[in-house]
């Protein structure tokens, strides 16, 4: 029997439930980015609800999982087809699964251009010592097979001098750490960083930020500028940002 043959086999026989969907509700990721050597080290504790015995992470291919636990206890993990599939406990509708993971991201970037004609050629997902671009699409951080939203809190550790950003508000922020949490489910998260200066200002109970690199300082006031005009012009016509 091929092996093809086996697995349909092992897969008519499993109970269905063995397979029932699980749903990730929320991310709480924490990065290290090297950017010198393009690596990720990542711990991403996902919460997880449905009855599933098993849920099956897309990761992407240069990533590998290295540890898994469920409730504390180590949760049994092999490569799948398109991921990574994770042992679960049965009957418990909602469980906390903590995956431990890393790999190198890098794509080269020196030919890029981002624009609409060109997107099938831009990168989603690349650490390097000019930035970091990270996409949903680029599956850096476990996920599921289902579109379904989540919510997403983010720390990125970077080397000194460098500024990351992410959706949702910046809760904290230090020389080489910041942490960003959205308040709504979303359908993926970017993290992006890179040698920048920050500049701040408050717009009201708004905070606003430019985070550009040091030789394009100068465009940083101006950029602010343009976003309280425009915050002004849409809050005028939705309400309060």
Same mark, same amino acid.
């Given at each position: 029997m091929t092996a093809t043959r086996l697995a349909c086999a092992l897969a008519l026989l499993a109970p269905a439930h063995a397979f029932a969907d699980r749903e990730v509700g929320g991310h709480d990721l924490s990065l290290r980015l090297d950017v010198e050597t393009h690596r990720i080290?990542?711990?991403?504790r996902l919460r997880l609800t449905g009855r599933g015995a #098993?849920?099956?992470l897309r990761l992407a291919a240069p990533l590998a999982i290295e540890s898994a636990t469920c409730g504390g206890a180590p949760a049994p993990f092999e490569s799948a087809l398109g991921g990574w599939r994770v042992s679960l406990p049965e009957g418990e509708a909602e469980v906390? %699964?903590?995956?431990?993971? =890393?790999? &190198?991201?890098?794509?080269?970037?020196s030919g890029t251009r981002f624009s609409r004609e060109a997107i099938?050629?831009?990168i989603d997902a690349t650490i390097g010592p000019e930035g970091v671009f990270l996409s949903p699409g680029g599956g850096w951080y476990p996920s599921t097979a289902g579109p379904g939203l989540a919510r997403f809190r983010v720390e990125v550790r970077? $080397? #000194?001098?460098?500024? #990351? &950003? =992410?959706?949702?508000?910046? &809760?904290?922020?230090e020389p080489g750490r910041?942490?960003?949490?959205t308040e709504i489910p979303l359908d993926g998260v970017h993290v992006v960083a890179g040698p920048w200066t920050v500049v701040e200002r408050a717009h009201g109970a708004v905070a606003l930020a430019a985070y550009v690199?040091?030789? @394009?300082? @100068? %465009? #940083?006031? $101006?950029? %602010?500028d343009d976003v309280a005009r425009y915050l002004e012009l849409y809050e005028g016509l939705l309400g309060p940002y």
């Open positions: 080290e990542a711990t991403d #098993a849920v099956v906390e %699964l903590e995956v431990r993971y =890393s790999g &190198v991201l890098h794509q080269d970037a099938g050629g831009q970077m $080397p #000194a001098g460098f500024e #990351a &950003v =992410s959706e949702g508000r910046r &809760v904290e922020r910041v942490v960003h949490e690199l040091e030789e @394009d300082r @100068d %465009l #940083a006031e $101006p950029y %602010l």
